[in-house]
């Protein structure tokens, strides 16, 4: 895979997250409470903070004595009501892509890439015809009722307002799962006749990562290698024919009578080497406790492709210091502490070897497509559900057009714009704020060029700084929805990691849940909803 997908625990345990959560969630509702507190103070005098204390007082009874059953009625006509708006007919899209979309594929490609653009097709047009569907009728669900008065015969009867909320988005979390049920049937079909149920490709493979460190040509340790000059940094080079080499350290939870192990390096040639023959690499099993380096036997790397090895309980090799062959135990002898360093070396001399930590694995038994694809499913619809909750809980505060709007951005800048954002809040991004921007633009300035130094220049910096805490505020409300994509791992034949995506993606949609449901109660309290 070209992303590294690193295990999501967050601050290191369960524990320490959810401590986290609830002093995010706290530090929140104190802020909106102690401003709450202050406007009633200042507008009604004493009688404003005991009047909110009240309203406190009743939402707390509300949510404790909430009825299961109102809130399923109020699903059920949110679902029967997006049935008449004829939402279910984006299935039938769906089903009209899926019928033309293998003319537009090509057939003649590697089987590996077919199932690559099948799979990222089907799954991406699950999401991308799901997700607008749910955003419309999220966002203009609550604002229609009013505007028709229809919420008025719902209000009048012993229904409370958080049953509303939370009866709106189960009832649309229902009709986004039954949606990508349908959609993630027909296109699970739709991907085995495309490339033929035995393809060899339509695999979930299981990866173990390790921690990765490199060393340079003295053979010191150092974070990072070589760069051949290509911009993007995603892989860094070892030098061949000297000590330069990239150290991985796996876990190893117990043994086992055999470990599988799958690479796929990049070359950098200096020169052409020997016609017909890729770069020379070798694989040194270390144990740094006793002193023990067992290296493999060298092999040619498959560029483009990948690069499979087994390794055997018994492992024999010739010591090139004891200038005799021995044979020593995998877990007994060269397994550190439940952990496995294999150290990566390029053989030939002016060669450079190419790596990053996810193209060097332990592969565990593989899983069938089916589950790795369905979990992609279930990444789909948790995003609806938390693209519900943002929807309908906008939607008690402004109207439709608006809520759409403010959840739209939201997704935008969620899945696109959030490492933006932190580039630029932590000065990575040269050439500072708007103003700043908009300044260097018009003057023909590059971002290396120093600014003068003049009250001007520094009033237009304090601005942006104004702006850049604006960005602040947002990069820490908006959530990171790039784990919710989970597409790439199954079109590169991968399974989706629960501590990766999952486990994230769940988290997020719960954590961002509790305070939608506090915040549109209170808002559709306060709401008049006579008001067209």
């Keep these: ?267 950098f040639r200096t020169h052409k080497g020997r016609m017909g023959q890729s770069l020379l690499v070798r694989y040194v099993l270390v144990n740094p406790t006793k002193d023990l380096r067992v290296p493999l036997d060298s092999f040619e790397i498959k560029e483009f492709n990948l690069n499979e090895q087994y390794l055997e309980r018994k492992l024999s090799y010739y010591d090139e210091v004891r200038m005799e062959k021995r044979t020593v135990d995998l877990f007994d002898d060269v397994v550190d502490q439940n952990s496995l360093t294999i150290e990566v070396q390029c053989l030939d001399a002016a060669q450079y070897l190419g790596m990053a930590r996810p193209d060097f694995f332990i592969r565990l038994p593989d899983r069938p497509f089916a589950v790795g694809y369905f979990k992609a499913a279930l990444g789909i619809w948790l995003l609806t559900v938390f693209i519900v909750s943002i929807g309908v809980t906008s939607s008690t505060f402004v109207k439709g057009p608006v809520a759409t709007l403010l959840t739209f951005s939201l997704l935008i800048i969620g899945q696109g714009f959030r490492e933006f954002m932190i580039k630029l809040i932590t000065g990575v991004q040269k050439g500072g704020g708007p103003i700043e921007s908009c300044y260097r633009l018009v003057m023909h300035m590059n971002d290396t060029l120093e600014l003068p130094d003049n009250i001007g220049i520094k009033i237009m910096q304090g601005i942006d700084q104004v702006m850049f805490g604006a960005l602040w505020l947002m990069q820490h409300l908006i959530p990171d929805l790039t784990s919710f994509v989970m597409s790439p791992y199954v079109a590169n034949g991968f399974d989706v990691p629960w501590n990766v995506a999952l486990f994230r993606s769940l988290a997020i949609t719960i954590g961002y849940l509790v305070p939608c449901l506090l915040v549109g109660y209170y808002s559709l309290t306060l709401r008049e909803l006579e008001a067209k």
């Design 1 to 267: 895979m070209n992303f590294d997908a690193k295990p999501f625990l967050p601050f290191g345990n369960i524990e320490n997250g959810l401590m986290h959560w609830f002093l995010m969630f706290g530090s929140f509702i104190g802020a909106i409470f102690a401003a709450t507190i202050l406007i009633a103070l200042g507008i009604y005098g004493v009688s404003g903070p005991v009047a909110v204390m009240s309203r406190v007082r009743h939402g707390l009874h509300d949510f404790v004595s909430f009825s299961p059953k109102r809130i399923w009625a109020i699903a059920w006509l949110t679902i029967m009501e997006a049935v008449r708006r004829k939402a279910l007919l984006v299935f039938v899209v769906f089903a009209f892509l899926m019928m033309f979309a293998g003319w537009f594929l090509d057939s003649d490609l590697r089987a590996d890439l077919q199932v690559k653009n099948a799979v990222s097709f089907a799954l991406t047009t699950v999401s991308w015809l799901t997700i607008p569907v749910l955003l419309l009728l999220s966002c203009w669900g609550i604002p229609e009722d009013i505007r028709v008065r229809s919420i008025h015969t719902v209000v009048t009867k012993p229904v409370r307002r958080n049953e509303i909320v939370m009866g709106r988005i189960l009832g649309f979390a229902t009709i986004a799962a039954a949606i990508v049920a349908m959609m993630g049937i027909v296109g699970y079909v739709w991907i085995l006749r495309q490339v033929g149920s035995n393809n060899a490709s339509l695999i979930c493979r299981v990866p173990v990562y390790g921690t990765l460190q490199f060393l340079d040509r003295e053979g010191n340790a150092t974070d990072k290698g070589i760069n051949t000059g290509d911009i993007w940094e995603f892989r860094s080079y070892i030098e061949g024919g000297t000590k330069a080499s990239a150290a991985y350290k796996f876990p190893i939870d117990a043994p086992v009578d055999r470990i599988k192990l799958e690479s796929r390096f990049e070359a």
